[in-house]
């Protein structure tokens, strides 16, 4: 905490980084907060705690939530209870089920349970331009493994991402960083 209230007091004291120097490059200028864990570790709004590609297309053929389809899942990361984390997945395209009316859903899982649908898209024989989706939340304290998962209501569906280069798509993932306050 000494350190925190240090580093603080150092932002202050330089006048370039003061909030009310009147250089128009730095006006409203707010330091960043850091917060300091128990452990010694520091921690930044938007630190990353991991972060998994996937390069290649993913089948979606489960027709159930519980046996949905794993799509991508990031490493294993430890968090304190307090600290609120943003998990973020984005993908390049969804082909969605060639059958009228059929559905197409994204999940969130957390330790192999779901902990809700992150999109929901019912488009017969056609497919949507890729996006991104971001879900903030503060985790209980442990280990924890998120993955984003899916499932469709009948047919199959595909969730697109490729290698990079010209031609083809860029790789979708998830990343999960320390949400900002």
């Known amino acids: 905490m000494l350190f925190l209230v240090l580093l603080h007091a150092i932002f202050i004291a330089i006048p370039e980084f003061a909030p009310d120097n009147p250089d128009p490059a730095l006006q409203g200028y707010t330091p960043t907060t850091v917060t300091i864990t128990s452990g010694g570790v520091i921690v930044v709004p938007g630190q990353e705690f991991a972060y998994n590609e996937f390069t290649a297309p993913q089948p979606i053929n489960a027709t159930t939530e519980p046996t949905a389809n794993v799509i991508v899942t990031a490493a294993a990361i430890t968090v304190d209870g307090a600290t609120p984390i943003e998990i973020e997945f984005t993908n390049r395209r969804m082909q969605y089920p060639a059958v009228g009316g059929a559905t197409m859903a994204l999940v969130l899982y957390e330790d192999g349970a779901s ?4 999109s929901l898209g019912t488009i017969g024989n056609s497919s949507e331009l890729g996006f991104t989706i971001t879900r903030r939340m503060t985790p209980l304290s ?40």
């Open 115 to 118: 902990i809700g649908q992150l």
């Open 142 to 181: 442990g280990s924890h493994t998120y993955s984003v998962r899916g499932f469709v209501s009948t047919g199959s569906g595909t969730v697109h991402a490729g290698v990079g280069g010209s031609g083809n798509f860029l790789p979708g993932s998830i990343r999960i960083t320390r949400a900002g306050s």
